[in-house]
């Protein structure tokens, strides 16, 4: 069974700051990753994902991840962050094609990012 | 435009009732997934339908029902024998490479 664990359930983080919201994962098959954003009261939205080839990803709004395979580990970063980056992130797991998954992807609980100013 | 729709976006069910909730997507996506959201507990799956005509239970789909009559639509009803359904709905539809991209959700409240 796959699972996923994001290590912080809140990050506060002064604006211009440099932020890492970590996420760890298990599986016993090869794996796409995603990270996702949720401002209040709304749906998610892709922030970047891992399909395969270079294992720094990078996504929108200067986010970029990087998948480490030896640590299972797939934590998200951002050089610089602004108070609009205040939300809630998700990271997700799914096995690749052909290890039998349905397609369903299996989310973390969620890592509250507050930038102050 | 492209994308997922959801509606309404906040829906008020009586003691008793059963509710849908409407999702749609033009993406021309297969597969179409119901996500329920409690704060603190992150997402989790309720259905999901990967070809129409055909749908899976999740890990919580108790209380629930949906149908997927059109590739286009994937409704959710929110059955009386759910009874705890206050919550944040998501609906999201799937490409073949796994990404999910998700609708604006809806909010259930019960009077």
């Known amino acids: 069974a796959q699972s996923v664990t994001q290590l912080d359930s809140q990050v506060p983080v002064f604006e211009e700051a440099p932020v890492e919201l970590r996420c760890n994962y298990s599986?016993?098959?090869?794996?796409?990753l995603f990270w996702y954003v949720q401002y209040p009261n709304q749906g998610l939205q892709l922030l970047l994902k891992?399909?395969?080839?270079?294992?720094l990803v990078k996504g929108i709004n200067g986010f970029e991840a990087e998948f480490n395979k030896s640590q299972t580990s797939f934590h998200l970063r951002k050089p610089s962050v602004h108070i609009s980056d205040t939300a809630e992130y998700f990271c997700?797991?799914?096995?690749?094609?052909?290890?039998?998954?349905?397609?369903?992807?299996?989310f973390g609980q969620g890592t509250t990012l507050q930038v102050k100013p | 435009d492209g994308g997922i729709t959801q509606s309404p976006k906040y829906l008020f069910r009586k003691e008793g009732q059963n509710v849908t909730l409407s999702c749609e997507q033009n993406?021309?996506?297969?597969?179409m997934y119901w996500y329920r959201q409690d704060p603190g507990q992150g997402l989790r799956l309720i259905y999901y339908?990967?070809?129409?005509?055909?749908?899976q239970k999740g890990d919580i789909a108790e209380g629930y029902s949906v149908s997927r009559e059109k590739k286009e639509s994937f409704p959710l009803t929110v059955t009386s024998a759910q009874k705890n359904p206050t919550a944040f709905y998501l609906c999201?539809?799937?490409?073949?490479?796994?990404?999910?991209?998700f609708g604006p959700g809806t909010r259930l409240l019960v009077l």
């Open positions: 993406l021309n996506h297969d597969a």
């Open positions: 997700a797991v799914r096995g690749s094609h052909g290890s039998g998954n349905t397609g369903k992807l299996i």
């Open positions: 891992y399909l395969s080839g270079s294992t």
């Open positions: 339908s990967q070809i129409v005509n055909d749908f």
């Open positions: 999201a539809s799937g490409a073949t490479t796994g990404t999910q991209y």
């Open positions: 599986s016993s098959v090869s794996v796409y």
